[in-house]
């Protein structure tokens, strides 16, 4: 039924000058390329005794390109790529599969282990870093200017701290997004994804586990970004001023999630808007149009299939597998 109402919506926009936009973001699980940078994971040393070797990453290539190829994102936002030439090789990969994204960045000015990047098959106006902290512990935020019909688009692209650390790690990036988002101003279209490493109600969730509660109760994503207390679909909300609204609350709960965790049903990757994106004009969200991409293909053992690596005394890839994470996509319309 969902499908049937996305089609017609597609229709109605093509007749009446509309254009559709696919926005996805997808944490593609240790896209490391093959040169020995020094900062790479033990089992991701090229050509070591762990066998990450032009062998497994062709393989690994080939199958985050056929998922990324099936989405057929028009901008597709990627958490836990190496650096540039791990962009790049994806990049071509893409485009010997017949996708081609023009216009690509990433985050590759602080020199974490992994960063965020986009591809898009749109131009956009600019790409810069947002710097959360000097340290290695927080990854560069992206942030990417676009001009669509004429019309300004905003997204960050991001990838908090994990919940190897406490809530107050996360809180870190959460302001410095904040902080840039006052700055451009909630009357702009702004969107912000990735990899947030927190629930879509992380305040509650995170009451069960004391070592993630350092900060009184107070969360990122919800009390620093706004997104607390929303729970209604994007056609009925107002979000509160200066505040985003986050998307998962747009389709029914057993759709929101991104990952599985002993057998139970995760959100860790979220896609926010400003409020201006809820309104049917200029760039507007396409309602019920959030979704985990779901392929029978991504699956093993009713969990993301993820990349296999064997957990002996020295770990091996097995070259099998695709991520840890299900990517998530939402369609908005540019009028005309």
């Known amino acids: 039924m969902i499908k049937f109402l ?11 000058g509309e254009t559709t936009l696919k926005i996805a973001t997808y944490n593609v699980e240790n896209l490391f390329d093959l040169e020995k940078s020094g900062n790479e994971y033990d089992e991701y040393v090229p050509n070591g005794t762990s066998e990450w070797n032009q062998q497994t990453y062709k393989i690994k290539l080939k199958n985050i390109t056929q998922v990324i ?5 028009d901008i597709i936002a990627l958490q836990e790529v190496e650096s540039l030439q791990a962009l790049l090789d994806l990049r071509f990969a893409l485009k010997q599969s017949g996708l081609y994204y023009e216009h690509y960045a990433i985050a590759d000015k602080k020199n974490t282990t992994v960063k965020v990047a986009i591809l898009s098959k ?7 870093e947002l710097a959360v902290t000097r ?11 676009f001009r669509i019909e004429g019309k300004e688009l905003y997204i ?3 990838h908090w701290k994990s919940k190897s650390g406490a809530e107050s790690e996360r809180i870190i990036s959460a302001k410095a997004l904040i902080k840039r988002a006052k700055e451009i101003g909630f009357d702009k279209n702004m969107i912000v994804l990735g ?6 109600e992380e305040f509650e969730k995170f009451k069960r586990k004391r070592n ?14 706004g997104t607390i207390h929303q729970r209604f679909e994007a056609k009925e909300t107002t979000a509160a001023k200066e505040s985003f609204y986050n998307l998962w609350y747009d389709t029914e709960e057993e759709n929101r ?5 002993k057998g139970k049903k995760e959100v860790l990757d979220n896609i926010l808007v400003s409020p201006t994106l809820l309104k049917e004009s200029g760039i507007s969200y396409t309602h019920k149009s959030i979704t985990p991409f779901e392929k029978e293909y991504l699956f093993k053992k009713d969990k993301p299939y993820r990349w296999e690596i064997s957990q002996g005394k020295v770990k091996k890839h097995k070259g099998n597998g695709y991520s840890d994470h299900l990517a998530v996509i939402a369609q908005f319309r540019v009028a005309k």
């Open 6 to 16: 996305l089609l017609t919506l597609l229709f109605l926009a093509q007749l009446f």
């Open 257 to 261: 999630y991104t990952y599985i965790f």
């Open 212 to 225: 993630l509660n350092d900060t009184d109760g107070i969360t990122g994503i919800n009390h620093i970004l």
């Open 156 to 158: 960050f692209i991001n």
């Open 69 to 73: 190829k099936d989405i057929n994102a």
């Open 122 to 128: 749109l131009p956009f106006v600019y790409a810069q």
């Open 195 to 200: 990899d947030f490493n927190s629930d879509y």
């Open 135 to 145: 340290t290695l512990e927080h990854r560069n935020i992206l942030e990417i200017k």
